[in-house]
Every structure is written in structure tokens, then in C-alpha cells.
């Protein structure tokens, strides 16, 4: 089974602080992402890898950064934590779309922050 | 306008009805379609992908229009068990794998 483990379910942080999600996937997928999810908005894409080192723009990436040096490891960034980013984090990692894949996206039961 | 549309809903229908939902999509160079159902408080899992033949999965059919860029999602004989959220989601794949979400359509089947 494909396992993708955020490593904090709940954080609560002030603002200002810098907060670290990070994310590991233990499948050997290519992808891996970063979304956040709001009521009334859905699963918003914050920044995406397709490689070791090499990631790319999401719809809503500032405020953030994200890190992957490793393979299986795909970390999130808040440099300077704000209200506005109180939400439920998702982390997911697919294979690359080709033979014998959908490039089905695999979750990680996903982190709660509120920022105070 | 948003990458990926859906109608928010909810859709409240009884057991057994059939029921149908929409999406709209901007990026006529999109390359995969899935649909994904999140239960509350879980993560979304993979409910079907959809060809551009259509195709079904036991009471579920998923349709995809690329002339009219619209994917379709049936259920027929609608169970308890199937309220749930159902997220449209498209692969933007080009030289990496962007992935969008729809901001989900709210199913509640009523006894």
C-alpha cells in the first residue's frame, strides 16, 4: 500500500513563527504536492515537484515555500506564519501518467494549522 | 475564470435516484480527468479516472466532452454510502504533472 505521511496531524502557531509541514511518501513517485483545502474554495494546488530539487508554482503559492532534496520527501514552508493561513494542509505524491498508471494522486491524511 | 468548475450543490436526492454531475475545465491542453470523493474529515481518494470513450464502473459512468471540455459523472441506484463530496480533477500534464481540483460538488442521499 502507498503510505504518505504528513508529520504533524494538528500545530497551532502564532503569527509570525516560521512553520515547517513536511511530507514523506515511501512509493519511489515522481510528483509530489502541496494543497490547501478551505470550505467553499476545495483543494487549492500551492506548489508542486516533479523531480529531486525541481519544483513549480501552484495557484496560490505566496507566503510559501516548499523543499525536495530527497525523493521521498517533499517539505512546506510558511517563512513568516499569517491568520490567513489557517487551514488543512494536504500533501500528495503519483507516478508520472504512463503505461500501467493513471497517475492517481495518493493522500496524506493532512495537517490542521491554525495560526493565532 | 477558475481552471476547473463544478456546481457546489448540495445535491440532496433519496435512495435510488440517480443523480448527475458536471465540469467545466479552461485548459483545452489538459491530459488526464479523474473523479475523487472525500468523505468528511478524510482525504480524497480516487473514485474513477475518465477516458475520453467514457467509461463505467459498476452503478458509476464518467463521460469527457474534450471538444466542449466537460466531464460528467453518473451514479444510478444512488446508496446511503455514496454521500459523500465528489471532486473533478484535471491533470495539466505537460512536462510535470499539475494537478487542479474543483472546489467539489456535496452529494446527501436521504433513506
Known amino acids: 500500500d502507498v503510505k504518505v505521511t504528513q508529520s504533524s496531524r494538528y500545530l497551532v502557531k502564532r503569527t509570525g513563527e516560521k512553520v515547517f509541514l513536511e511530507c514523506v511518501q515511501d512509493?519511489?513517485?515522481?510528483?509530489m504536492f502541496w494543497y490547501r483545502q478551505d470550505p467553499g474554495l476545495g483543494l487549492r494546488l500551492i506548489y508542486f515537484?516533479?523531480?529531486?530539487?525541481?519544483?513549480e508554482k501552484g495557484d496560490i503559492p505566496e507566503g510559501y515555500s516548499v523543499s525536495r532534496e530527497k525523493k521521498e520527501r517533499f517539505s512546506l514552508i510558511l517563512e513568516s506564519a499569517s491568520t490567513n493561513q489557517t487551514s488543512m494542509y494536504l500533501c500528495?505524491?503519483?507516478?508520472?501518467?504512463?503505461?500501467?498508471?493513471?497517475?492517481?494522486?495518493?493522500f496524506g491524511e493532512g495537517s490542521r494549522l491554525t495560526v493565532l | 475564470r477558475k481552471e476547473v468548475e463544478q456546481d457546489p450543490g448540495p445535491f440532496n436526492v433519496p435512495e435510488g435516484a440517480t443523480v448527475a454531475f458536471n465540469c467545466t475545465y479552461s485548459n483545452s491542453a489538459s491530459q488526464s480527468f479523474f473523479w475523487y470523493r472525500q468523505d468528511c474529515r478524510k482525504e480524497p481518494k480516487l473514485l474513477m479516472s475518465?477516458?475520453?470513450s467514457g467509461n463505467e464502473d459498476g452503478r458509476f459512468t464518467a463521460q469527457l466532452n474534450r471538444a466542449s471540455q466537460y466531464i460528467s459523472l453518473l451514479i444510478r441506484d444512488s446508496k446511503l454510502s455514496d454521500s459523500a463530496t465528489y471532486l473533478c480533477?484535471?491533470?495539466?500534464?505537460?512536462?510535470?504533472?499539475?494537478?487542479?481540483f474543483g472546489s467539489g460538488t456535496r452529494l446527501s442521499i436521504r433513506p
Open positions: 512509493m519511489d513517485h515522481e510528483n
Open positions: 500528495a505524491s503519483s507516478p508520472h501518467p504512463g503505461q500501467g498508471t493513471t497517475g492517481e494522486l495518493f
Open positions: 475518465v477516458y475520453s
Open positions: 480533477v484535471v491533470n495539466l500534464y505537460s512536462s510535470a504533472s499539475k494537478i487542479i
Open positions: 515537484s516533479y523531480d529531486v530539487k525541481m519544483k
